[in-house]
């Protein structure tokens, strides 16, 4: 009997299920960012760092939306401040498609779906850093891709 080979995302995403987002905000444009564990470069970033960058996203509370991609930077970060303290329970990748769903305590989750821009086609929809300096991520096909930074 062969054993089907696990998804590449498996294991980063076991590793960083339980961590706290000790910091969670709107980047550039439409941009967020989530850091986990501990504080890395004079605490400028977690040893886990979440970057949505290309990807259409929603942040929900149980079956709600609080506010996506498109909402204000108040709405945004009222939501983002949400999420910050709360753990990561797990992360869902729906296939083929690629889209995620980080899955956060207190029903918050953050949905992250293919963009229909064209402008951004070739960008990553999400960008995972590692503690052991690995990044994981998922680009338009969906290409998922586990390489050490540079």
């Known amino acids: 009997m062969t054993v089907p080979e696990q998804p590449i995302y498996v294991a980063p995403f ?13 980047g550039h444009s439409s941009f967020l960012t989530f850091d986990f564990g501990d ?3 004079g605490g400028r970033f977690g040893e886990w760092h ?10 929900r509370q149980g079956d709600q939306p609080v506010c996506d991609w498109e909402s204000s930077d108040a709405e945004v970060e009222e939501a983002a401040k949400r999420i910050e303290g709360c753990a990561l329970l797990g992360v869902e990748v729906s296939e083929p498609s690629g889209a995620t769903r980080f899955n956060f305590e ?14 951004d ?8 850093f590692t503690p ?19």
């Open 50 to 59: 979440l970057w949505v960058q290309f990807g259409e996203w929603t942040i």
């Open 14 to 26: 076991a590793a960083l299920a339980g961590h706290r987002c000790w910091r969670a905000k709107r």
């Open 39 to 41: 504080r890395t470069d």
């Open 132 to 150: 052991d300096r690995m990044i994981l991520e998922v680009t338009p096909g969906p290409t998922w891709s586990y390489a050490p930074a540079d």
């Open 121 to 128: 086609a070739e960008g990553a929809w999400w960008t995972l």
């Open 106 to 119: 207190n029903g918050l989750s953050i949905a992250v779906a293919p963009s229909g821009w064209t402008f």
